[in-house]
C-alpha cells in the first residue's frame, strides 16, 4: 500500500507575501505598488497549486481531491528516489517549453522539490529551487523553504522563507526580495479533501520593486483558501524608500474573487490581480 504523501507545502502561503512599493506624492495616486505585490505574490501562490496538482496526479497527497478537482497539469512530474519511503526525496515539475492551463496560466521550464519527510509530519522541511520557470511570462528565481513547525497533533503550522528571491517581466522589470512567514492551517484540519484546506498567515519581506524602490513590508491575517485562485482576505502594510505614509493592499473579506484594494493616504483603488 503506498503511503500517504501529502504535499501541505501548497497549502501555506508561499513567499512571504513579497511585494513592492513606491514614493507617492500625496496629490497623486499611483498603484503600482499594488501592482507589483499581486504579480509576485501570486506567482508563490500558482507554484502553490501546481505542485499540489502534481501531488495529487501521482497519489502522493493525503487527501481524496486536489485543489480543483480536474487532471489538468500539463507538466512531466518524477520522484527521486522512486519508492515510497527513502528521504530526502526530491520531486520535479517539468512544464517543458510551456503549456496553458484551462484558466488561462501559461507556465513553461520546471521547479524541484526536495522533501526530508512526508511534509505532514512535524520536523519535515522542503526547499524550492527554479530553472528557467516562467508563469505568465515572468521568471521566478530564488530559494524557497519551508518547516512544518506543528507543536502537536491538533495544530499544524509552519514557517517559510525566501532568499534572494527574483521575479522578472516581459519587458525586463525586476523585483527582488528576501522574506519570512509564519502560518497555521485554521480550515480543513481534519478532512479527507484538500478543497476546504485553509491557513492564515503573517509575515515581513524587504527588498527592490519593479519601480526600483526599496521596500519593507508586514502582512497580517492573510488568507488562502485552496478552492480560490486568490487570497481571499488580509491586509499588508508597505513602506518605501523614505515615505513615511505606507501603502495598504486589503485583500477582501473573504470571497473568492481578483479584486484587492490598493489604498495610499486619502486614496484608493481597487484593482485585479494580473491573471
Known amino acids: 500500500m503506498k503511503p500517504k504523501f501529502r504535499i501541505s507545502f501548497a497549502a501555506v502561503v508561499l513567499a512571504g507575501l513579497i511585494l513592492t512599493a513606491c514614493t507617492k506624492k500625496k496629490d497623486t495616486f499611483d498603484s503600482d505598488s499594488g501592482t507589483s505585490y499581486s504579480t509576485v505574490d501570486n506567482l508563490f501562490k500558482d507554484v502553490n497549486k501546481t505542485l499540489n496538482d502534481a501531488a495529487k496526479e501521482n497519489n502522493l497527497t493525503g487527501k481524496t481531491d486536489g485543489t480543483d478537482g480536474a487532471n489538468d497539469l500539463c507538466a512531466t512530474v ?7 519511503t527513502t528521504f530526502p526525496k526530491t520531486v520535479t515539475v517539468d512544464f517543458g517549453t510551456g503549456c496553458t492551463d484551462q484558466y488561462g496560466v501559461t507556465r513553461k521550464g520546471k521547479f524541484t522539490a526536495v522533501f526530508t519527510d512526508y511534509l505532514h509530519n512535524a520536523g519535515a522541511h522542503v526547499s524550492v529551487t527554479f530553472d528557467n520557470y516562467y508563469v505568465n511570462g515572468v521568471k521566478l528565481e530564488g530559494l524557497y523553504a519551508l518547516a512544518n513547525t506543528s507543536p502537536n497533533s491538533s495544530t499544524r503550522t509552519f514557517n517559510d522563507t525566501i532568499t534572494n528571491g527574483k521575479a522578472t517581466t516581459p519587458d525586463g522589470k525586476v523585483c527582488t526580495w528576501n522574506a519570512t512567514r509564519s502560518s497555521v492551517q485554521t480550515g480543513g484540519f481534519g478532512t479527507l479533501i484538500i478543497l476546504d484546506d485553509e491557513y492564515t498567515g503573517q509575515g515581513k519581506s524587504t527588498g527592490i520593486g519593479f ?13 488562502m483558501k485552496l478552492n480560490c485562485r486568490y ?13 513615511p505614509t ?30
Open 78 to 84: 518524477t520522484l527521486n528516489p522512486p519508492d515510497w
Open 211 to 223: 519601480n526600483g524602490k526599496t521596500f519593507d513590508a508586514t502582512s497580517t491575517n492573510v488568507v
Open 231 to 243: 487570497l481571499v482576505s488580509g491586509l499588508v502594510t508597505i513602506y518605501s524608500g523614505t515615505d
Open 246 to 275: 505606507p501603502v495598504k493592499v486589503d485583500f477582501g473579506n473573504g470571497a473568492c474573487d481578483n479584486k484587492y484594494k490598493v489604498s495610499y493616504d486619502v486614496y484608493s483603488a481597487t484593482l485585479q490581480f494580473w491573471y
